[in-house]
């Protein structure tokens, strides 16, 4: 088994990723401007209320008088108003840039998700992507619209303060500046600790997701085979893992963060005995010590917050790195520059000396596969259960690329065509249908969205589905996730008429009729024989009533075609395809 094939790994440090979804931003460049501007001016009008307080202490009270009482006091009702004000449109503004920000981002995350191959889906844990792109991207988000504008914000208010009481007392102001260097070195110490045990948190996360998806969607089997407790220890398992990265990062964080919350209080008692001797000395006013103590808090928040935002911004920083590695993960099954579409096909498929090894493997599960489906033929893959005829029709729309050979459809390479094209012409129904949460036509038109209702009602008929007319709101029928809510049979009928609508050139259908009853199988056959008559098509067959609908037989063993001709003609001269029937398929037709 080879491991993490195809995957993106970090190309940059956690901090250099994040500096890449500056492109993310740009958009909303101006509302995050806005939210910038309009926080810092809360900030300004915010430090207006000390230095006024100064006023009244060195002014009216120290006098015993109430002149210039009132206009101080009007001037603290302004800061008010205006601070509210902004707020305000801070607010507004970064609901717009946090919003948007995130939205962009989950948008293409999403449309990568599609475009990436199935390759990578098979090993990429569901629950990791589900993580990756819910509370990853959100860490991203509330970092680009909030926390990077407040590092901006804080390290510029720490400044401003900073310059204003050097201005008020220059040795005190000098002492809350220096306040700074201890709590930088603190937080670097910290961020050095902290980032593996975050990126750590973020994966086991993931993996405790894709339990819980497990644990939901395999409801049925865990209670049928009563392994609920199995499935409990496992959670437990994986929830304690979670729980052990975070006491880890909480005992991280026990280590730093008393330090850095003790700097702020170091740096209010040294300015109350600072201050308290420079008042008594003279050289500092009480209505001066009073707004420098005042405007300290304002210059101990930032301090205290920057702290905080630095850790914000670490988590960011992995959650970006792990979004990155898929949005990084190059789609491999993609158009050629040149791919063009398929101009009135005929549907003759030809398989030339196909090999196909899983990216996850190390050796070929198809090799020197050699088959002709002529145009509107029916062929039936027989073989033993791991002989490759699964994989064999996931070729055929590239849904994995050949590793060796070529597939054609026309005498055209499939790859030089575009996988748009490729997809009209081709069309396939798997043994496991799946359906989307939403109505019945939209299930049925999946691939074919502009279907008319004379094809899709066609198609229904093919697939012997019409009972949807009999659900409350017949074709406009939301069907639940995965259509829980209707039978095996009845899901893999739907499933069919997606395959069969608008009567494709080519048709795959692995095992789509095993689910069915064998009254319903024989109407769905005997309707498919009048599709079947004008498409190409290749059947996966594991029941014997359906190797009646083909032309022809390839039997398949051990990845390779070992031989073909009529079901007749194959039981008469291979004995292997007749030991194959006899254990496997018996009831055949002979
Ligand atoms: N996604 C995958 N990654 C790696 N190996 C795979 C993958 N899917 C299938 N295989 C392997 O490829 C081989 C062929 O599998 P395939 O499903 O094509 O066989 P099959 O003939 O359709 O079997 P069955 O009749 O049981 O459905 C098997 O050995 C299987 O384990």
């Known amino acids: 088994m080879r491991a993490d094939v195809g995957v993106a790994r970090p190309a940059n440090g956690p901090l250099k990723t994040l500096f890449r979804l500056r492109t993310y931003a740009r958009p909303y460049a101006r509302s995050l401007l806005a939210l910038l501007v309009c926080a810092a001016l809360g900030q300004a009008f915010q430090i207006v209320g000390p230095l006024l307080t100064q006023r009244v202490i060195d002014g009216p009270v120290r006098h015993g008088t109430t002149d210039g009482l009132l206009p101080l006091a009007g001037l603290a009702l302004l800061a008010s108003v205006c601070v509210m004000i902004s707020d305000y449109a801070a607010r507004r503004a970064h609901a717009t840039g946090s919003v948007g920000v995130e939205t962009a981002l989950r948008t293409d995350l999403y449309a990568h998700l599609q475009r990436l191959p199935l390759e990578f889906h098979d090993r990429w844990p569901s629950g990791q992507l589900l993580s ?15 926390g990077s504008i407040f590092i901006v ?50 994966d086991d996360v993931g993996d405790l997701t894709s339990l819980v998806e497990e644990s939901v969607l395999g409801f049925r089997t865990i209670r049928a085979f009563g392994r609920h407790r199995y499935i409990n220890q496992r959670f437990g398992g994986a929830a304690r893992t979670v729980l052990d990265t975070g006491l880890a990062q909480g005992r991280v964080i026990a280590r730093f963060w008393p330090a850095i919350e003790a700097v702020p209080g170091l740096l209010m008692a040294a300015v109350l005995l600072g201050g308290a001797y420079a008042v008594a000395g003279g050289s500092l006013t009480i209505g001066e010590l009073v707004a420098f103590i005042g405007l300290l808090t ?6 205290d917050s920057l702290g905080w935002l630095l850790g914000e911004a670490q988590q960011a920083a992995t959650a970006a790195q792990r979004v990155y590695e898929i949005l990084d993960t190059p ?20 398989f030339e000396g196909v090999g196909f090894r899983y990216p996850t493997e190390d050796s070929a599960v198809l090799h020197d596969v050699d088959l ?24 055929v729309n590239r849904l994995y690329d050949v590793t060796a050979g070529r597939i054609t459809v026309d005498g055209v390479d499939i790859r030089d065509l575009s996988l748009e094209s490729l997809r009209t012409v081709v069309s396939s129904a798997f043994e496991d249908p799946t359906l989307f949460s939403a109505s019945v036509r939209e299930n049925i038109t999946l691939g074919r969205p502009d279907a008319t209702d004379d094809e899709v009602a066609a198609a229904l008929r093919i697939a012997q589905a019409e009972f949807v007319h009999d659900l409350p709101w017949g074709l406009d029928t939301r069907i639940g996730e995965k259509g829980l809510s209707l039978s095996g049979g009845q899901r893999q009928r739907l499933a069919l008429a997606r395959a069969v609508v608008g009567r494709p050139r080519v048709l795959v259908l692995d095992d789509p009729l095993s689910a069915l009853d064998v009254e319903t199988e024989a109407m769905v056959e005997q309707a498919l024989h009048t599709v079947l008559a004008g498409t190409t098509a290749l059947l996966v067959v594991h029941r014997p009533s359906t190797v009646a609908l083909a032309d022809r037989v390839a039997l398949i063993d051990d990845g390779t075609v070992v031989a073909v001709g009529t079901h007749e003609e194959l039981l008469a001269t291979v004995p292997t395809y007749r030991d194959l029937l006899d254990t496997t398929l018996q009831g055949a037709p002979q």
């Open 372 to 395: 002709e489906v002529r145009p509107g033929e029916t062929m039936a893959l027989v073989g033993a259960s791991g002989s490759g005829k699964t994989t064999l029709t996931l070729l």
């Open 298 to 303: 304002f210059a101990i928040w930032p301090l």
């Open 331 to 350: 789609p491999t099954v993609v158009d050629r520059p040149d791919a063009r579409t398929a101009d009135s096909p005929k549907g003759h498929v030809r």
């Open 153 to 202: 914000l804080q390290t510029g208010t720490f400044v401003g303060v900073a310059i204003i009481l050097m201005t008020i007392h220059w040795p005190l102001g000098l002492l809350v500046t220096a306040g700074m260097i201890p709590v930088m070195v603190l937080t670097y110490g910290l961020s050095r600790s902290y980032l593996p045990l975050s990126r750590r948190l973020q």
């Open 132 to 146: 990756r792109s819910t509370s990853d991207l959100r860490a991203v988000g509330s970092f680009l619209a909030f």
